[in-house]
């Protein structure tokens, strides 16, 4: 009674799930985002294809056994996604079986035109994403098309993604084809799924920006999450050979060959200038 009292008890969603408190979302999320639109120098370049994917699934299982409703967080997905639109690139939606994409819509920023723009503009293809099973079983998948493969941000990323081998193959033939990945936050998580199939994993000895296992930790006493995480993600990396460039939830965001990363969502804007000038820039 007293958390609720003080804005400090997770919210309880219809379908039994929690979303975060009043006091978390005042802390850690904005109406507005930092985006500002960047005049890019004209893409000349033939692959303006980038694939997105992004997590079907919504709750996360707590050690207390209470269900956090996450999915992709919308500032992470669609901030990066607005710097490489307005740099010439277009996207490809996709999720594992071709359900509807999950956003965490109690942080989208409903004061922010440009996201909402955004969000407009590609919200039929995150309500009915392409196949990614489908994609690669049809051999749908044409190197010279795409320039990127984007995996957002969001707990959800940790849902499905680790243990899909359809991503894993995804991810290295984008590896082998010379393809950037850029990813922010949670996603990291699914380049775990690099190992599958008794694989080594594709970024060992790789500089990545992750969301720290340390910050997760701290949340619920805020009442972000009804709970303490089974698992965290940073500590995992590092344990494979990543060597992780910050300790905070902060704007950095780090280039290593062609893997692009982000440590929280607030580096969305960065991440996405980041990724549309190295886009460009390997092109001409």
């Known amino acids: 009674m007293l958390k609720k009292l003080l804005g400090l ?22 109406d507005k985002t930092d985006y500002k639109a960047v005049s890019y120098p004209p893409y000349a370049g033939s692959k303006t294809k980038i694939l997105v994917i992004a997590t079907e699934q919504k709750n996360m299982e707590m050690q207390n056994g209470k269900q956090f409703s996450t999915g992709n967080h919308p500032v992470e997905t669609l901030v990066p996604m607005l710097h490489l639109k307005n740099a010439g690139f277009d996207f490809e939606i996709c999720t594992p079986t071709g359900k509807p994409a999950i956003l965490e819509m109690w942080a989208f920023p409903k004061q922010d035109e440009h996201v909402k723009a955004i969000y407009s503009d ?7 994403p392409k196949n990614l099973y489908q ?76 969301f720290p296992d340390s910050v997760d930790a701290q949340t619920p006493l805020i009442g972000y999450l009804p709970g303490k995480m089974t698992q965290g993600l940073s500590e995992n990396l590092k344990q494979l050979g990543v060597t992780l460039v910050n300790t905070k939830a902060d704007n950095a965001v780090c280039l290593d ?28």
């Open 135 to 210: 994609l690669i079983e049809d051999n749908q998948l044409n190197a010279d098309d795409y320039a990127a493969v984007f995996l957002p941000g969001g707990h959800g990323a940790m849902l499905g993604l680790p243990e899909d081998e359809n991503v894993g193959s995804l991810l290295h033939w984008a590896h082998d084809h010379d393809l950037f990945t850029v990813s922010i936050c949670h996603g990291p998580a699914a380049l775990l799924s690099t190992m599958q199939g008794g694989n080594d994993f594709l970024y060992q000895g790789y500089k990545m920006a992750v």
């Open 9 to 30: 008890a997770p919210h309880q969603e219809p379908d039994g799930s929690y979303s975060p408190s009043k006091l978390a979302l005042k802390l850690a999320t904005s």
């Open 257 to 284: 060959r062609r893997l692009i990363t982000g440590a929280s969502p607030l580096a969305a804007d960065a991440l996405g200038k980041l990724a549309a000038e190295t886009l460009l820039s390997a092109d001409r």
């Open 122 to 128: 590609y919200k039929a293809a995150f309500d009915n």
